[in-house]
T-cell receptor, first 116, second 109 residues
Framework: DAGVIQSPRHEVTEMGQEVTLRCKPI?????LFWYRQTMMRGLELLIY????????DSGMPEDRFSAKMPNASFSTLKIQPSEPRDSAVYFC??????????????FGDGTRLSIL | TQLLEQSPQFLSIQEGENLTVYCNSS?????LQWYRQEPGEGPVLLVT?????EVKKLKRLTFQFGDARKDSSLHITAAQPGDTGLYLC?????????FGKGTKLSVKP
């Protein structure tokens, strides 16, 4: 079975440019999560969706960040304009259900983002 | 704010040694999960514990959830180079997970 698929795997761009990260969750999973991982702060939840609806976006750093889930098989995380401090590895994860917190989360391999 | 503190932050040992890493919080969690992350990959779930005092074994790995459901430990027996990676604990809270910063384990042959 295909796991969570993220693209691109690596992105290097100059500050001020728009960056779009993409995620295809595991088919049949109802919940989708976007995380950011850095050495200093570890793995931070940015936003999560349940049945394509954003449930909690309190982790989104600021208005430059936005996320959408137009259908059950696709989500995007957009940064506009990008800044050097946005450099990190961004992970997408999906899980079968948001009911309770015991469901395992399945992670993609991440997008390593470098903003110059 | 719920936080999970993991210790030690880094651990470097020789193949064959035993080790224990810890995950502590002042908050009660409904469940606790352990993940392992290898370089260039996403975290992969190892185990979920849900009952206070629960002990689960996965080959050479033993996981324990504290009686009060505020802490957990992971014990590895006879560590092997393949155990190298970042071990993350994550507490269940209101439909999502709160992650600790992890213990980076290096097992040298």
């Amino acid at each position: 079975d295909a796991g969570v698929i993220q693209s691109p795997r690596h992105e290097v761009t100059e500050m001020g440019q728009e960056v779009t990260l993409r995620c295809k969750p595991i088919s049949g999973h109802n919940s989708l999560f976007w995380y950011r991982q850095t050495m200093m702060r570890g793995l931070e939840l940015l936003i999560y969706f349940n049945n394509n609806v954003p449930i909690d976006d309190s982790g989104m750093p600021e208005d430059r960040f936005s996320a959408k889930m137009p259908n059950a098989s696709f989500s995007t995380l957009k940064i506009q304009p990008s800044e050097p401090r946005d450099s990190a590895v961004y992970f997408c994860a999906s899980s079968p259900s948001s009911r309770g917190s015991n469901q395992p989360q399945h992670f993609g391999d991440g997008t390593r983002l470098s903003i110059l | 704010t719920q936080l999970l503190e993991q210790s030690p932050q880094f651990l470097s040992i020789q193949e064959g040694e035993n080790l224990t890493v810890y995950c502590n919080s002042s908050s009660v969690f409904s469940s606790l999960q352990w993940y392992r992350q290898e370089p260039g990959e996403g975290p992969v779930l190892l185990v979920t514990v849900v009952t206070g005092g629960e002990v689960k074994k996965l080959k050479r790995l033993t996981f324990q959830f504290g009686d009060a459901r505020k802490d957990s430990s992971l014990h590895i027996t006879a560590a092997q180079p393949g155990d190298t990676g970042l071990y993350l604990c994550a507490g269940g809270s209101q439909g999502n997970l709160i992650f600790g910063k992890g213990t980076k384990l290096s097992v040298k042959p």
